[in-house]
């Protein structure tokens, strides 16, 4: 079958529920030919989106929900250098530049020419119209690669890479809603092993 | 500590753990001082329940002291007595705000959440010492347990009530009630409950409270149907009569209005639609056998209600979905928002209207707690309900 192009779409749902995802449709883009895998989520978070907004802004706190971010080094206003646990201990590391930022509203970074493993995310806060807080949705678009980064990214993003991309978001849900995120060990070294 | 821990298909064994610890701001730590055996811990003794793993700590039904508290609780305090409601849940999501507790969106690890997921398209909320699947948190058969959200679960006890008077807040008791809640009893009907083990019970307790003309039982076991005639049921043996026609007859040929279904997944019987899940069910085909529900969607009268509080997990054959529109059914199911209901009833227990303690048959040390699974699978008779008390407590 054809691939749809963008005009022909005639559902309300985002671009991610689409039988076939296009990047460009959820406006990313990694490459000048729109090509990656997108994947993507949305959450409804019983907290104001400005909060949320300032929590994912301050991209230094992404590890303490993104189980593969080892950590995030904020350079200045706009630029970042984030580090991903990659396999058998290895790290997997790239600069990031925001590429959008609306004020509780929405997010966009990108990785610069240099990565070895382009992908870039968006992020965007809406408020319900059903009172029931904020609706949170991330989109986030990657180039497979092949080889060893190819298990990099396995790593990264899970086997699954929607799976690892929704226990994140699950994550950043439960600690705003909840302040802290649910663990079913018995005490902190048991937490540690996990 | 000393625990029960699952170790597979009928072996469960009393063994020496870590102690729980304080790991996230709102937790506490409970002593225990008495927890029960409960019927869905037989679906993990049976091993029909998937999600389990060698050395998990069971037992949903528990109360205790509490003994240590986290800097993010601002409500429980050291010394207090609670009863710990089986379902874990945070109070802040949208589900917990409709009081659907049993729905909460975050007490499920994210990592855990999948699997319920992908098989019920939406992940479910976690509970004490169950499956993975709904979380994997070690269970209160134990002498300890740490309790997640403790500031949203568990409620205090006021001095001086025994054990024995709350400890099923934790869970039957509510969930006998919500099955009642859920049949929407108007003045004059009459309320058949499949199954008298203590969640069946408690719903015909709670279907009298709550306004049911007449409550008809349904059981095998002599023990069981003896206790619903003395909590005001008419009985039936399913031994005995065929309960459809049985249930027409004595409605004059209406049916009851509403039907309770609190026998779940492994009913008895010896038809052939649940031999053939039996037989489904042991070599891992893994339909749920429903012969008590199918049952009770051709009992129900036109119009009526249907309440499931009995456990299923799967899919199920032959599921008479004809009945069901044809005769204009309503289905109210699901695990018990047990948080919503537990301050009503603890109210009704300390008023003297709600009395659980006839259900107890057998109070045994947690050390003999495999012995009290074996007889409480076995002897359904005898063993109506096994309460567990760790050792420490007779000191």
Known sequence: MA????????????????????????????????????????VTINVPRQALYAFWRDFRNLPLFMENIESVQVYDERRSHWIVKGPADSTVEWDSVIVEDNPGESIAWSTTDKAEVPNSGRIEFRDTSNGRGTQVTVNIVYDPPVGKLGKAMAKLFGREPNIQARQDLRRFKQLMETGEIPTSAMNPSALNEE | MRALTWQGKHDVRVDTVPDPQIVNPRDAIIRITSTAICGSDLHLYDHTIPGMKHGDILGHEFMGEVVEVGHGNKKLKVGQRVVVPFVIACGKCFFCQKQQFAACDNSNPADKSDASEMAYGYPMAAAFGYSHLTGGYAGGQAEFARVPYSDVGPIVIPDGIDDDKVLFLSDILPTGWMAAVNCDIEPGDVVAVWGCGPVGLFAIQSALLLGAHRVIAIDHHPRRLALARALGAEVLDFEEVKVREALAEMTGGIGPDACIDAVGMESHGMTPDNMLDHVKVATFMATDRVHALRQVILATRKGGRISIPGVYGGIADKFPIGALMEKGLQIKSGQTHVQKFMPELLDLILDGKIDTTFLISHRLDLEDAAEGYKNFKEKQNEYTKVVLKPRFTRH
């Open chain 1, 3 to 42: 691939k749809r192009s963008e005009t022909d779409i005639q559902s309300d749902a985002p671009p991610t529920a689409l039988k076939d995802p296009n990047p460009a449709a959820a406006g990313l883009s990694i490459d000048a030919d729109d090509s990656g895998d997108l994947i993507g989520r949305t």
